[in-house]
């Protein structure tokens, strides 16, 4: 893997890294994503400046932690294409991931919507290769006449993004998501013509 200046890291460096994005995915589940840099630091053994010249920002971590987590998302997304009754099914079922995968850590949702204005941000990166896999889906499914032709993907990324951030509200019930999900897919769904 090639560090922040394109070159691939020294094997000492390399085991840095891992072990601070290993001990960064216990310490964010445990805290959320308030958790502090430097408390994950400490816990890694490692000085803030280790830290900071892998992960110079929040973002950037968050981008890796979310980058080792891609491998499970993307053998969903095969399961989806291959398991999938048709188009509309497997975007409903895309959606249900991308819920899933937004709620890896408390309180995730937010710095994941709000990189997708800000076009520097390392994240943004990774939710618009997932905007665009939405959009696949969605094409499919409004070439089948099961999505509504006005609906864009990026509102449904969006609106995954949400439905994950609201199954993390004090408010909400443990099925909270799943009929959430549900008004979403009613929202997107096509009306049969008679």
């Known amino acids: 893997m090639a560090g922040t200046t394109g070159r691939a890291l020294r094997a000492d460096a390399q085991r840095n890294r891992d072990h601070i994005l290993d001990v960064a995915e216990a310490y964010l589940l445990e805290h959320g994503i308030t958790g502090t840099l430097d408390g994950i630091a400490k ?6 400046g ?3 010249r892998h992960f110079p920002n929040r973002e950037s971590l968050l981008a890796a932690l979310l980058d080792a987590r891609q491998g499970a998302l993307d053998r969903r997304l095969d399961t989806i294409r291959a398991q999938s009754a048709n188009a509309g099914s497997a975007l409903q079922e895309w959606l249900v991931a991308v819920v899933e ?3 890896a850590f408390e309180g995730l949702p937010e710095p994941l919507r709000a990189a997708m204005s800000v076009q ?3 994240l943004a990166l990774t939710c ?6 939405t959009d696949m889906f969605l094409a499919e499914a409004q070439r089948e006449g099961s999505a509504r032709e006005d609906v864009r993907g990026r509102d449904l990324f969006l609106a995954a993004l949400a439905t994950s951030w609201m199954g993390g509200a ?3 019930e ?3 998501t ?4 549900e008004l979403i897919r009613k929202g997107w769904a096509s009306t049969p013509q008679r």
């Open 43 to 48: 816990s890694a053994g490692v000085g803030p």
């Open 50 to 52: 280790t830290l900071y």
């Open 101 to 103: 995968w937004a709620g």
């Open 120 to 122: 520097t941000s390392p």
């Open 128 to 133: 618009q290769g997932y905007v665009k896999i």
């Open 170 to 172: 004090a408010l909400a």
């Open 174 to 176: 443990p099925d909270s």
């Open 178 to 181: 799943k009929t959430i999900i």
